[in-house]
């Protein structure tokens, strides 16, 4: 049976279906044009914008870092360029693997390996990290050839600063190193976010860490062209980075070789300022360290041999080594009592060479006393006995509202990081201190020790130095500074640190001429006419000997008996000319003994110096340092005379083949927290 098909019904299904599949067809064009013209019109700017970006890349310039130079003009930190090897832990399969096999191509020293691997646990696996420094031109050209070997291997050249005197002056320059990962944090919740980006390196101590701003400069911008592969091509266009300023200190360089070169091996500090100003001319802390150490991250054994040396390196004493100031302490005592009406400058007392307290025997140092003593006596012949009993008259209470009025017990307000506050005790601060009630009591015989700067007292040398200053300044005390100026890099424009007092006349202006007239005496007839015998100049000073340890009732200090760390501390404070002072310094040499024998020798040369532009003979130096020439020995040099700079360089040098050397900033130039307090 044949089947009848409906033509009319096939033709209206094929061409509702042709219909159907138009309009589909339509309405698919019609997407595709509305797509077109939203990302042709619509999103044209932005998308215009995200082609830009792959096709170009914003790359950070990094600004050299501000010189750093001392009063005349000596270059004390600057910066060149090198070559380094980098490796992105990330990106490297086997890292061990890698470096051996890099080892085979270019030398890799074990420090080189300890260095990176410090650096790899302190920073994030996807930083590039230098694993060998200071290529020339010859191994870059043989990793080139080799770079296929290693992905995530590159060369890259860098900035290196560089501290051309290595441990000279080390705890003032201080140090730049690796940006940490707290560091890092910080940066990025500041509003120098930005001006950080491409930095890896930060001031972390001294000054290159308390002006850092200063010193970092303005990051700049290149836009470059990229490849698919994300190579540069070509640069676009470019916003140069600006030079970090010139930073230009109060120190005499010279001046603080010298002081370091007379400490020789012993340990010690020496704060030396004028005292109308506040300028810091030698800030020494010995001993010192090598600063270069940790420009490209130091390894684990050096960090290890600094951090752990029982003679604590990293320890900037001048600044935060705390000490009883022992007999220098007692022209201040004196002061005290005249401000107070404690004492008159005639008012003598009888002296049998010790005082006697509820049972205990307080010795003076001289056997059989000092026969009848008065204020002036008592500060040329250092005599104990006196202030044993101006303390006890006094009450520790008195003493501590007098003295802190000198700056002992607070801070300085020095323009570096760190400084420490000291001890000056009172019964407040006791109670505060202590929690049992016993131990809270302040007791009488804790007062008379006081007197003679020994008991609760611990000072730093900056404070010493500053109460000194204050004192041969007519009671005005100026606020201590180490910049004496910053040099704007680009206007060449010096903005000078202001001479900044602090507070009010600290005392009356008799009661202070009393006192500078017994400290002239002192080095005239008194514990250190040694030093200054021949001086053409006057000065002020007051030795002094501070116990380390505590010495029973019945035993006598004998320091051939004692460990060396055991011993008597040597104090020295100074001031010259006496009638118008312009240097005032305190000095220590730890565990050396009498301050007299160790540390006024080293005042003397510092007052020669600053005063007269002498520099001490060989062979003083050599006697100076074994405690045997008190006065100058043989003929000094003027200082044009020194040769400069001392020996070699200890700085790293560029290399004579690889990236050009690069100066941080045009500036006039003569020349191209390991911290515990010490008792």
Not at 128 to 157: C, H, N, W
Not at 226 to 246: I, Q
Not at 512 to 538: D, L, Q
Request: glycine letters at 8%; hydrophobic letters at 40%.
């Amino acid at each position: 049976m044949t089947e009848l098909r409906n033509v009319e019904a096939d033709l209206s299904r094929f061409r509702a279906r042709l219909l159907v599949a138009g309009i589909v067809v339509v309405l698919g064009f019609l997407l595709l044009l509305s797509r077109l013209v939203y990302l042709q019109v619509v999103r044209h700017d932005d998308l215009l914008e995200q082609a830009e970006s792959n096709r170009t890349a914003i790359v950070p310039v990094v600004p050299n870092r501000g010189l750093i130079l001392d009063r005349n003009g000596v270059v004390l930190a600057s910066n060149y360029s090198a070559y380094t090897l980098e490796v992105t832990p990330s990106k490297v399969s086997d890292l061990e693997q890698t470096i051996d096999e890099l080892s085979q191509v270019l030398e890799i020293t074990p420090r080189d390996r300890r260095r990176f691997k410090k650096l790899r646990e302190e920073s994030r696996s996807f930083e590039s990290l230098p694993l060998r420094t200071r290529l020339s031109d010859e191994e870059v050209a043989k990793f080139a050839v080799q770079r296929y070997r290693f992905p995530g291997v590159e060369i890259k050249a860098r900035l290196f600063r560089s501290y051309p005197y290595g441990e000279l002056a080390s705890h003032v320059i201080g140090y730049i190193g690796r940006i940490n990962q707290s560091e890092k944090e910080k940066l990025d919740e500041s509003e120098d976010a930005a001006n950080y980006r491409g930095t890896d390196y930060i001031g972390k101590l001294g000054v290159e860490q308390s002006f850092e701003t200063q010193l970092h400069g303005i990051t700049g911008v290149d836009s470059m062209e990229t490849s698919a592969g994300g190579r540069a091509m070509r640069r676009l266009a470019s916003s140069p980075a600006t030079p970090g300023n010139t930073v230009k200190l109060a120190i005499d360089i010279k001046l603080q070789h010298m002081v370091e070169e007379l400490f020789g091996e012993r340990r010690g500090a020496l704060v030396a300022l004028d005292p109308k100003t506040g300028e810091i001319l030698a800030f020494v802390s010995k001993p010192t360290f090598d600063p270069n150490l940790f420009v490209e991250g130091i390894d684990s054994e050096s960090w290890q041999a600094l951090n752990e040396s029982i003679d604590k390196p990293l320890l900037n004493r001048a600044l935060r080594g705390t000490y009883p100031p022992g007999s220098t302490y007692k022209p201040f005592m004196a002061l005290a009592a005249l401000e107070t009406g404690a004492r008159t400058p005639e008012q003598s007392i009888a002296d049998p060479g010790f005082f006697m307290l509820g049972g205990h025997r307080f010795r003076d140092d001289k056997e059989g006393g000092h026969g009848m003593v008065n204020m002036y006596k008592s500060i040329v012949e250092s005599c104990d006995t006196y202030y044993y009993v101006l303390a006890n008259d006094m009450g520790v209470d008195t003493i501590h509202d007098q003295l802190q009025r000198f700056g002992f017990g607070e801070l300085t307000g020095i323009d570096i990081h760190g400084e420490v506050r000291g001890l000056l005790p009172s019964t407040a601060w006791k109670r505060k201190s202590y929690k049992r009630a016993d131990q809270q009591k302040w007791y009488a015989g804790e007062t008379i020790s006081l007197g003679i700067g020994q008991g609760y007292n611990n000072f730093t040398m900056l404070q010493l130095a500053s109460a000194t200053a204050t004192l041969a300044n007519n009671g005005v005390k100026m606020k201590p500074h180490l910049v004496k100026e910053v040099v704007d890099v680009i206007t060449h424009a010096p903005a000078t640190t202001e001479h900044e007092s602090v507070g009010e006349v600290i005392a009356k202006a008799a009661n202070i001429a009393v006192v500078k007239g017994a400290m002239v005496g002192v080095n005239i007839e008194g514990t250190s006419a040694a030093s200054f015998r021949g001086a053409p100049y006057t000065s002020g000073g007051k030795t002094g000997t501070a116990q380390v340890v505590q010495i029973k009732a019945n035993e006598k200090y004998v320091a051939s008996k004692m460990e060396e760390r055991f011993r008597d501390h040597a104090l020295f404070t100074a001031f010259a000319p006496a009638e118008d002072p312009k240097i005032a310094l305190a000095i220590i040499v730890e565990n050396a003994g009498f301050g007299a024998k160790y540390s006024a020798p080293i005042a003397r040369r510092v007052m020669d110096y600053w005063l007269l532009n002498q520099y001490p003979s060989l062979q003083d130096i050599e006697a100076v340092k074994k405690g045997m020439a008190p006065a100058p020995i043989g003929k000094p040099r003027t200082v044009a005379e020194l040769p400069w700079p001392p020996g070699a360089p200890a700085a790293p040098v560029a290399p004579a083949s690889g990236a050009s050397g690069a100066s941080a900033a045009s500036a006039p130039a003569k020349t191209a927290s390991a911290a515990s307090t010490v008792r």
